[in-house]
Protein backbone atom coordinates (compact mmCIF):
# COMPACT_ATOMS: atom_id res chain seq x y z
CA UNK A 1 0.00 0.00 0.00
CA UNK A 2 3.09 2.62 0.45
CA UNK A 3 3.17 2.66 -3.62
CA UNK A 4 -0.49 3.86 -3.90
CA UNK A 5 -1.07 7.34 -4.84
CA UNK A 6 -4.05 8.65 -3.61
CA UNK A 7 -5.28 12.07 -5.04
CA UNK A 8 -6.12 14.94 -3.11
CA UNK A 9 -10.23 16.13 -2.36
CA UNK A 10 -10.46 19.10 -3.88
CA UNK A 11 -12.98 21.81 -3.09
CA UNK A 12 -14.57 23.85 -5.47
CA UNK A 13 -12.43 26.88 -4.82
CA UNK A 14 -8.96 24.56 -4.64
CA UNK A 15 -10.28 23.96 -8.42
CA UNK A 16 -11.01 27.54 -9.55
CA UNK A 17 -7.48 28.72 -8.30
CA UNK A 18 -5.67 25.76 -10.39
CA UNK A 19 -8.51 26.61 -13.06
CA UNK A 20 -7.07 30.27 -13.20
CA UNK A 21 -3.48 28.61 -13.38
CA UNK A 22 -4.49 26.44 -16.67
CA UNK A 23 -6.02 29.48 -18.36
CA UNK A 24 -2.83 31.15 -19.11
CA UNK A 25 -2.26 28.68 -22.03
CA UNK A 26 -5.76 29.26 -23.59
CA UNK A 27 -6.56 32.21 -24.78
CA UNK A 28 -9.54 33.87 -23.36
CA UNK A 29 -13.21 34.30 -25.47
CA UNK A 30 -14.27 37.61 -26.08
CA UNK A 31 -18.08 37.73 -27.10
CA UNK A 32 -21.91 39.44 -26.63
CA UNK A 33 -24.75 37.07 -25.50
CA UNK A 34 -26.03 34.55 -27.37
CA UNK A 35 -29.78 35.15 -27.40
CA UNK A 36 -30.21 31.55 -26.45
CA UNK A 37 -33.30 31.90 -25.23
CA UNK A 38 -34.81 33.54 -28.51
CA UNK A 39 -36.37 30.03 -30.26
CA UNK A 40 -35.23 29.49 -33.28
CA UNK A 41 -32.82 32.42 -33.36
CA UNK A 42 -29.31 31.99 -32.60
CA UNK A 43 -27.40 35.36 -32.95
CA UNK A 44 -23.66 35.61 -34.35
CA UNK A 45 -22.30 37.13 -31.70
CA UNK A 46 -21.76 41.03 -32.30
CA UNK A 47 -18.43 42.52 -34.19
CA UNK A 48 -16.38 45.16 -32.53
CA UNK A 49 -14.47 47.63 -34.60
CA UNK A 50 -10.83 48.62 -33.93
CA UNK A 51 -11.00 51.64 -31.80
CA UNK A 52 -9.39 54.88 -33.66
CA UNK A 53 -9.00 56.33 -30.18
CA UNK A 54 -6.30 53.21 -29.87
CA UNK A 55 -5.33 53.86 -33.55
CA UNK A 56 -4.76 57.38 -33.20
CA UNK A 57 -1.70 56.65 -30.29
CA UNK A 58 -0.46 53.33 -32.18
CA UNK A 59 -2.17 50.80 -31.33
CA UNK A 60 -5.72 48.75 -32.48
CA UNK A 61 -8.12 47.02 -30.28
CA UNK A 62 -7.16 43.24 -29.54
CA UNK A 63 -10.38 42.09 -29.80
CA UNK A 64 -13.43 42.37 -32.91
CA UNK A 65 -14.75 40.67 -36.06
CA UNK A 66 -15.72 42.71 -38.95
CA UNK A 67 -17.18 46.14 -39.20
CA UNK A 68 -20.82 46.85 -39.38
CA UNK A 69 -22.33 49.64 -41.21
CA UNK A 70 -23.47 52.45 -39.33
CA UNK A 71 -27.26 53.37 -38.94
CA UNK A 72 -26.63 56.78 -39.72
CA UNK A 73 -28.65 56.64 -42.75
CA UNK A 74 -31.94 56.37 -41.03
CA UNK A 75 -31.16 60.00 -39.43
CA UNK A 76 -32.20 61.27 -42.60
CA UNK A 77 -29.53 63.96 -44.36
CA UNK A 78 -27.08 66.42 -43.33
CA UNK A 79 -28.03 69.69 -44.00
CA UNK A 80 -25.23 72.39 -45.00
CA UNK A 81 -26.51 75.20 -46.46
CA UNK A 82 -26.04 78.28 -44.15
CA UNK A 83 -22.58 78.61 -43.78
CA UNK A 84 -19.74 77.54 -41.19
CA UNK A 85 -22.52 77.11 -38.53
CA UNK A 86 -24.45 74.25 -40.25
CA UNK A 87 -21.13 72.59 -41.20
CA UNK A 88 -20.66 72.30 -37.80
CA UNK A 89 -24.02 71.45 -36.73
CA UNK A 90 -23.77 68.35 -39.70
CA UNK A 91 -20.32 67.38 -38.13
CA UNK A 92 -21.39 67.33 -34.73
CA UNK A 93 -24.30 65.09 -35.80
CA UNK A 94 -22.07 62.83 -37.58
CA UNK A 95 -20.05 62.35 -34.53
CA UNK A 96 -22.59 61.40 -32.67
CA UNK A 97 -24.35 58.87 -34.99
CA UNK A 98 -20.93 56.83 -36.11
CA UNK A 99 -19.36 55.94 -32.71
CA UNK A 100 -16.91 53.59 -31.82
CA UNK A 101 -18.13 50.40 -30.74
CA UNK A 102 -17.93 49.69 -27.09
CA UNK A 103 -15.17 47.06 -26.04
CA UNK A 104 -16.16 42.87 -26.11
CA UNK A 105 -17.41 41.00 -23.13
CA UNK A 106 -15.25 38.42 -22.09
CA UNK A 107 -16.19 34.77 -21.27
CA UNK A 108 -13.91 33.21 -18.66
CA UNK A 109 -12.39 29.82 -18.79
CA UNK A 110 -13.38 26.77 -17.02
CA UNK A 111 -12.15 23.51 -17.04
CA UNK A 112 -13.47 20.24 -16.51
CA UNK A 113 -9.80 18.87 -15.53
CA UNK A 114 -6.09 19.39 -15.97
CA UNK A 115 -5.01 15.67 -16.24
CA UNK A 116 -4.31 15.10 -19.51
CA UNK A 117 -3.32 12.26 -21.37
CA UNK A 118 -1.37 14.42 -23.97
CA UNK A 119 2.19 15.59 -23.48
CA UNK A 120 2.59 18.90 -25.26
CA UNK A 121 5.61 20.74 -24.53
CA UNK A 122 3.50 24.35 -24.00
CA UNK A 123 1.03 23.16 -21.79
CA UNK A 124 0.72 23.26 -18.10
CA UNK A 125 -1.75 20.22 -18.15
CA UNK A 126 0.80 17.84 -20.11
CA UNK A 127 1.07 14.10 -18.90
CA UNK A 128 4.71 14.38 -17.55
CA UNK A 129 4.86 17.52 -15.69
CA UNK A 130 5.96 16.68 -12.22
CA UNK A 131 4.41 17.94 -9.04
CA UNK A 132 0.87 19.26 -11.20
CA UNK A 133 -1.86 19.23 -8.43
CA UNK A 134 -4.15 17.45 -10.79
CA UNK A 135 -8.12 17.51 -10.59
CA UNK A 136 -11.17 16.37 -12.79
CA UNK A 137 -15.22 17.05 -12.29
CA UNK A 138 -18.09 15.39 -12.78
CA UNK A 139 -20.27 17.01 -15.43
CA UNK A 140 -22.93 17.79 -12.83
CA UNK A 141 -20.41 19.26 -10.83
CA UNK A 142 -18.79 21.01 -13.25
CA UNK A 143 -22.49 22.35 -14.65
CA UNK A 144 -22.75 23.84 -11.51
CA UNK A 145 -19.32 25.43 -11.27
CA UNK A 146 -19.42 27.06 -15.00
CA UNK A 147 -23.16 28.61 -14.27
CA UNK A 148 -21.63 29.98 -11.47
CA UNK A 149 -18.48 31.77 -13.38
CA UNK A 150 -21.38 32.71 -16.01
CA UNK A 151 -23.51 34.35 -13.18
CA UNK A 152 -20.46 36.75 -12.47
CA UNK A 153 -19.56 37.44 -15.75
CA UNK A 154 -22.59 38.69 -17.47
CA UNK A 155 -23.98 35.40 -18.50
CA UNK A 156 -21.00 34.09 -20.21
CA UNK A 157 -18.50 31.13 -19.92
CA UNK A 158 -16.31 28.97 -22.10
CA UNK A 159 -16.12 25.22 -21.43
CA UNK A 160 -12.63 23.40 -22.07
CA UNK A 161 -10.45 20.80 -20.75
CA UNK A 162 -7.40 18.76 -20.77
CA UNK A 163 -7.55 15.13 -22.38
CA UNK A 164 -8.97 13.03 -19.87
CA UNK A 165 -8.49 9.55 -20.81
CA UNK A 166 -9.02 9.68 -24.36
CA UNK A 167 -10.19 12.80 -26.39
CA UNK A 168 -14.19 11.22 -27.04
CA UNK A 169 -14.69 10.54 -23.54
CA UNK A 170 -13.39 14.37 -22.76
CA UNK A 171 -15.66 15.31 -24.96
CA UNK A 172 -18.77 13.12 -24.05
CA UNK A 173 -18.04 15.11 -20.77
CA UNK A 174 -18.67 17.97 -22.06
CA UNK A 175 -21.27 17.70 -23.56
CA UNK A 176 -23.11 16.05 -21.24
CA UNK A 177 -22.27 19.35 -18.91
CA UNK A 178 -23.87 21.70 -21.44
CA UNK A 179 -26.59 19.39 -21.49
CA UNK A 180 -27.52 19.87 -17.35
CA UNK A 181 -26.79 23.63 -17.79
CA UNK A 182 -29.50 24.36 -20.37
CA UNK A 183 -31.97 21.67 -19.92
CA UNK A 184 -31.66 20.91 -16.57
CA UNK A 185 -30.35 24.26 -14.84
CA UNK A 186 -32.10 26.75 -17.35
CA UNK A 187 -28.78 28.54 -18.86
CA UNK A 188 -29.75 30.49 -21.37
CA UNK A 189 -26.79 32.56 -21.34
CA UNK A 190 -23.27 32.44 -23.92
CA UNK A 191 -21.50 29.18 -23.70
CA UNK A 192 -18.67 28.22 -25.74
CA UNK A 193 -17.21 24.84 -26.07
CA UNK A 194 -14.12 23.38 -26.95
CA UNK A 195 -14.22 20.26 -29.20
CA UNK A 196 -10.76 17.83 -28.46
CA UNK A 197 -8.50 16.80 -31.45
CA UNK A 198 -9.58 13.83 -33.40
CA UNK A 199 -13.18 14.09 -31.90
CA UNK A 200 -16.12 12.00 -33.38
CA UNK A 201 -17.95 13.75 -36.04
CA UNK A 202 -21.40 12.87 -34.00
CA UNK A 203 -19.85 14.20 -31.19
CA UNK A 204 -19.53 17.86 -32.44
CA UNK A 205 -22.81 17.63 -33.97
CA UNK A 206 -24.22 16.95 -30.12
CA UNK A 207 -21.97 19.82 -28.58
CA UNK A 208 -23.16 22.01 -31.55
CA UNK A 209 -26.61 21.64 -30.26
CA UNK A 210 -26.16 23.00 -27.04
CA UNK A 211 -23.41 25.93 -27.60
CA UNK A 212 -23.04 29.07 -29.31
CA UNK A 213 -19.31 28.78 -30.01
CA UNK A 214 -16.95 25.59 -30.80
CA UNK A 215 -13.59 25.35 -30.92
CA UNK A 216 -10.49 23.48 -31.59
CA UNK A 217 -6.82 24.74 -31.58
CA UNK A 218 -4.59 23.99 -34.42
CA UNK A 219 -1.62 26.03 -32.51
CA UNK A 220 0.97 25.55 -34.64
CA UNK A 221 1.53 27.82 -38.20
CA UNK A 222 3.48 24.81 -39.96
CA UNK A 223 2.14 21.07 -40.00
CA UNK A 224 5.82 19.35 -39.26
CA UNK A 225 5.30 21.52 -35.92
CA UNK A 226 3.10 18.92 -34.04
CA UNK A 227 6.00 16.13 -33.95
CA UNK A 228 8.58 19.32 -32.57
CA UNK A 229 5.90 20.90 -29.71
CA UNK A 230 3.32 18.35 -29.60
CA UNK A 231 3.32 14.73 -30.93
CA UNK A 232 0.20 13.07 -30.14
CA UNK A 233 -1.18 15.78 -32.38
CA UNK A 234 -1.03 16.41 -36.11
CA UNK A 235 -2.69 18.13 -38.81
CA UNK A 236 -5.80 15.75 -39.75
CA UNK A 237 -7.32 15.47 -36.11
CA UNK A 238 -7.05 19.37 -35.93
CA UNK A 239 -8.14 20.31 -39.19
CA UNK A 240 -10.56 17.41 -39.67
CA UNK A 241 -12.90 18.60 -36.86
CA UNK A 242 -12.79 21.99 -38.31
CA UNK A 243 -13.79 21.66 -41.55
CA UNK A 244 -16.54 19.18 -39.96
CA UNK A 245 -17.65 22.61 -37.85
CA UNK A 246 -17.45 25.13 -40.57
CA UNK A 247 -19.77 22.65 -42.82
CA UNK A 248 -22.12 21.96 -40.19
CA UNK A 249 -21.83 25.82 -39.43
CA UNK A 250 -22.96 26.73 -42.57
CA UNK A 251 -25.18 24.03 -43.28
CA UNK A 252 -27.67 24.84 -40.81
CA UNK A 253 -27.42 28.67 -41.38
CA UNK A 254 -28.39 28.14 -45.09
CA UNK A 255 -31.48 25.64 -43.97
CA UNK A 256 -34.77 27.46 -44.66
CA UNK A 257 -36.91 24.92 -42.39
CA UNK A 258 -38.91 26.65 -39.31
CA UNK A 259 -38.04 23.12 -37.18
CA UNK A 260 -34.01 23.02 -38.28
CA UNK A 261 -31.93 21.14 -35.30
CA UNK A 262 -29.76 23.74 -33.84
CA UNK A 263 -26.27 23.91 -34.22
CA UNK A 264 -23.54 26.76 -32.81
CA UNK A 265 -23.05 29.84 -35.13
CA UNK A 266 -18.92 30.53 -35.06
CA UNK A 267 -15.61 29.17 -34.75
CA UNK A 268 -12.68 30.03 -33.52
CA UNK A 269 -9.57 28.75 -33.44
CA UNK A 270 -5.74 29.78 -31.50
CA UNK A 271 -2.19 29.51 -33.02
CA UNK A 272 0.94 30.11 -31.33
CA UNK A 273 3.99 32.49 -32.34
CA UNK A 274 7.27 31.00 -32.00
CA UNK A 275 6.73 27.74 -31.84
CA UNK A 276 8.81 26.63 -34.82
CA UNK A 277 10.72 29.18 -35.38
CA UNK A 278 8.51 30.53 -38.19
CA UNK A 279 7.98 34.53 -39.24
CA UNK A 280 4.79 36.75 -39.08
CA UNK A 281 4.42 36.55 -42.56
CA UNK A 282 3.98 32.50 -42.02
CA UNK A 283 1.18 32.81 -39.15
CA UNK A 284 -0.74 35.43 -41.18
CA UNK A 285 -0.89 33.67 -44.24
CA UNK A 286 -1.91 30.57 -42.51
CA UNK A 287 -4.66 33.00 -40.28
CA UNK A 288 -5.80 34.40 -43.31
CA UNK A 289 -6.16 31.07 -45.55
CA UNK A 290 -7.99 29.82 -42.10
CA UNK A 291 -10.47 32.40 -42.25
CA UNK A 292 -11.09 32.27 -45.78
CA UNK A 293 -11.62 28.03 -45.82
CA UNK A 294 -13.17 27.63 -42.35
CA UNK A 295 -15.12 30.98 -42.19
CA UNK A 296 -13.48 31.36 -38.77
CA UNK A 297 -14.97 34.07 -36.30
CA UNK A 298 -11.52 34.64 -34.83
CA UNK A 299 -8.01 33.49 -34.97
CA UNK A 300 -6.47 34.25 -31.28
CA UNK A 301 -2.95 34.04 -30.92
CA UNK A 302 -0.34 33.07 -27.70
CA UNK A 303 3.04 33.20 -27.43
CA UNK A 304 4.91 29.78 -27.38
CA UNK A 305 6.94 29.15 -24.46
CA UNK A 306 8.68 26.57 -23.42
CA UNK A 307 10.31 26.61 -19.99
CA UNK A 308 10.85 23.23 -18.53
CA UNK A 309 12.20 19.94 -19.87
CA UNK A 310 9.51 17.84 -20.83
CA UNK A 311 8.98 13.59 -21.40
CA UNK A 312 9.91 13.33 -25.00
CA UNK A 313 10.88 16.44 -26.31
CA UNK A 314 14.83 16.68 -23.92
CA UNK A 315 16.55 18.17 -27.18
CA UNK A 316 14.31 21.01 -27.35
CA UNK A 317 15.94 24.36 -26.14
CA UNK A 318 13.40 26.67 -23.98
CA UNK A 319 11.83 29.56 -25.39
CA UNK A 320 10.08 32.56 -24.69
CA UNK A 321 8.19 34.16 -27.17
CA UNK A 322 7.52 38.01 -26.45
CA UNK A 323 4.31 39.16 -25.13
CA UNK A 324 4.80 41.95 -27.94
CA UNK A 325 4.71 39.26 -30.63
CA UNK A 326 0.90 38.42 -30.16
CA UNK A 327 0.21 42.32 -29.35
CA UNK A 328 1.56 43.01 -33.11
CA UNK A 329 -0.08 39.76 -34.62
CA UNK A 330 -3.68 40.79 -33.07
CA UNK A 331 -3.01 44.37 -34.70
CA UNK A 332 -2.21 42.38 -38.12
CA UNK A 333 -4.93 40.65 -37.45
CA UNK A 334 -7.14 43.27 -37.40
CA UNK A 335 -5.26 45.06 -40.13
CA UNK A 336 -6.18 41.76 -42.54
CA UNK A 337 -10.47 41.96 -41.15
CA UNK A 338 -10.88 45.05 -40.80
CA UNK A 339 -8.66 47.47 -43.21
CA UNK A 340 -8.10 45.64 -46.34
CA UNK A 341 -4.03 45.21 -45.50
CA UNK A 342 -3.03 41.34 -47.09
CA UNK A 343 -0.33 39.58 -45.10
CA UNK A 344 2.32 40.62 -48.19
CA UNK A 345 1.28 44.13 -47.07
CA UNK A 346 1.96 43.51 -43.38
CA UNK A 347 5.03 41.24 -43.73
CA UNK A 348 7.02 41.45 -47.03
CA UNK A 349 9.78 39.52 -48.29
CA UNK A 350 12.08 41.97 -47.06
CA UNK A 351 10.43 42.25 -43.49
CA UNK A 352 8.84 38.87 -42.92
CA UNK A 353 8.95 39.50 -38.71
CA UNK A 354 6.71 42.35 -37.32
CA UNK A 355 8.75 44.67 -34.59
CA UNK A 356 8.27 46.00 -31.59
CA UNK A 357 9.02 49.22 -32.59
CA UNK A 358 6.41 50.07 -34.86
CA UNK A 359 2.47 48.73 -34.93
CA UNK A 360 2.08 46.84 -38.62
CA UNK A 361 0.31 49.70 -39.70
CA UNK A 362 2.87 52.43 -39.04
CA UNK A 363 5.65 49.81 -40.18
CA UNK A 364 3.53 49.74 -43.80
CA UNK A 365 3.57 53.35 -43.62
CA UNK A 366 6.94 53.69 -43.26
CA UNK A 367 7.58 51.44 -46.20
CA UNK A 368 5.08 53.20 -48.24
CA UNK A 369 6.00 57.04 -47.73
CA UNK A 370 5.84 57.62 -51.25
CA UNK A 371 1.50 57.28 -51.34
CA UNK A 372 1.39 59.79 -48.82
CA UNK A 373 0.12 62.57 -48.28
CA UNK A 374 -3.19 61.09 -49.13
CA UNK A 375 -6.18 63.52 -49.74
CA UNK A 376 -8.87 63.30 -47.79
CA UNK A 377 -11.73 64.44 -50.18
CA UNK A 378 -10.89 61.69 -52.90
CA UNK A 379 -9.03 58.94 -50.82
CA UNK A 380 -11.61 56.22 -51.29
CA UNK A 381 -12.18 54.42 -47.63
CA UNK A 382 -9.66 51.74 -47.77
CA UNK A 383 -6.91 54.39 -48.68
CA UNK A 384 -8.32 56.23 -45.82
CA UNK A 385 -8.12 53.13 -43.70
CA UNK A 386 -3.90 53.18 -44.55
CA UNK A 387 -3.68 56.76 -43.33
CA UNK A 388 -1.80 56.34 -39.54
CA UNK A 389 -4.43 58.06 -36.92
CA UNK A 390 -7.10 57.05 -39.46
CA UNK A 391 -9.20 54.14 -38.42
CA UNK A 392 -12.71 52.72 -38.65
CA UNK A 393 -14.75 54.96 -37.28
CA UNK A 394 -13.18 58.09 -38.41
CA UNK A 395 -12.91 57.14 -42.08
CA UNK A 396 -16.79 56.19 -41.94
CA UNK A 397 -17.19 59.55 -40.35
CA UNK A 398 -14.96 61.90 -42.93
CA UNK A 399 -16.88 59.60 -45.42
CA UNK A 400 -20.31 60.84 -44.80
CA UNK A 401 -19.03 64.34 -44.39
CA UNK A 402 -17.71 64.22 -48.00
CA UNK A 403 -21.25 63.94 -49.19
CA UNK A 404 -22.30 67.47 -47.40
CA UNK A 405 -19.23 69.67 -47.42
CA UNK A 406 -15.47 69.71 -48.27
CA UNK A 407 -13.55 68.09 -45.37
CA UNK A 408 -10.84 70.12 -44.42
CA UNK A 409 -8.87 70.53 -40.92
CA UNK A 410 -11.76 72.07 -38.99
CA UNK A 411 -14.23 69.98 -40.18
CA UNK A 412 -11.61 66.50 -39.23
CA UNK A 413 -11.63 68.24 -36.00
CA UNK A 414 -15.45 68.41 -35.43
CA UNK A 415 -15.63 65.15 -36.51
CA UNK A 416 -13.26 63.98 -33.56
CA UNK A 417 -10.74 63.03 -35.82
CA UNK A 418 -7.06 63.15 -33.63
CA UNK A 419 -4.46 65.34 -36.49
CA UNK A 420 -1.93 64.13 -33.68
CA UNK A 421 -0.23 61.52 -36.24
CA UNK A 422 -2.74 61.81 -39.14
CA UNK A 423 -1.84 65.12 -40.27
CA UNK A 424 1.61 64.02 -41.21
CA UNK A 425 0.28 61.87 -43.60
CA UNK A 426 -2.84 63.93 -45.27
CA UNK A 427 -4.19 66.71 -47.19
CA UNK A 428 -7.66 68.12 -46.22
CA UNK A 429 -8.75 70.17 -49.00
CA UNK A 430 -5.70 70.37 -50.47
CA UNK A 431 -3.68 71.13 -47.53
CA UNK A 432 -0.74 70.22 -45.82
CA UNK A 433 -0.26 70.59 -41.80
CA UNK A 434 2.26 67.67 -41.34
CA UNK A 435 6.30 68.20 -41.14
CA UNK A 436 8.17 68.55 -44.48
CA UNK A 437 11.36 65.90 -44.71
CA UNK A 438 12.89 64.13 -47.24
CA UNK A 439 13.87 61.14 -45.45
CA UNK A 440 11.83 58.17 -42.93
CA UNK A 441 13.81 59.47 -40.04
CA UNK A 442 11.17 61.88 -38.53
CA UNK A 443 7.82 60.09 -39.47
CA UNK A 444 9.75 57.14 -37.87
CA UNK A 445 9.79 59.59 -34.67
CA UNK A 446 6.61 60.13 -34.93
CA UNK A 447 5.25 56.30 -35.02
CA UNK A 448 7.35 54.37 -32.57
CA UNK A 449 5.48 53.19 -30.14
CA UNK A 450 7.20 49.78 -28.64
CA UNK A 451 5.62 47.83 -26.13
CA UNK A 452 6.29 46.99 -22.63
CA UNK A 453 7.10 43.22 -22.80
CA UNK A 454 5.75 42.39 -19.40
CA UNK A 455 2.07 44.17 -20.00
CA UNK A 456 1.07 42.27 -22.82
CA UNK A 457 -1.73 44.26 -24.11
CA UNK A 458 -1.32 47.74 -24.55
Known amino acids: MANVLIKPTLSIEDKIALMNEDARFDVADNEAPSGYDAPGVYNVPGGHDAADEFE ?6 AS ?15 KTRGGDGAVSRAADQIRGDI ?8 APKVFMSNDCVFNCSYCGCRRCLDGRTRYSSTPREFAQLAVRAAAANGGRVFITSAIYKSPNYTEELIIETMRIMRKEMGYRGYLHAKIMPACDPEL ?4 GVYADRLSVNIEVARSEGYKQIAKEKNKSNILGPMGQISRLISDNKHEKSRHKPRFATSQTTQLMAGSTGEDDFTILNLSRALYDKYSLNRVYYTPYQYHYQAEDYADRPEVATPVWRQTRLYQADRL ?5 FTPEDIAPTDAPFLVNDFDPKAAWALRNLHLFPIEVNTADYH ?7 IGVTYAKRIMEARRQCRVTHDVLIQLGVSLKRSRHFMTADG ?8 GPEPFAGLLRSPLDNGRGFC
Open 204 to 207: IRRA
Open 383 to 389: MLLRIPG
Open 64 to 78: GVRETRSAYGSQGSY
Open 99 to 106: KAPKAPHT
Open 336 to 340: MQLYG
Open 56 to 61: ASGGYE
Open 431 to 438: KFSGIQAD
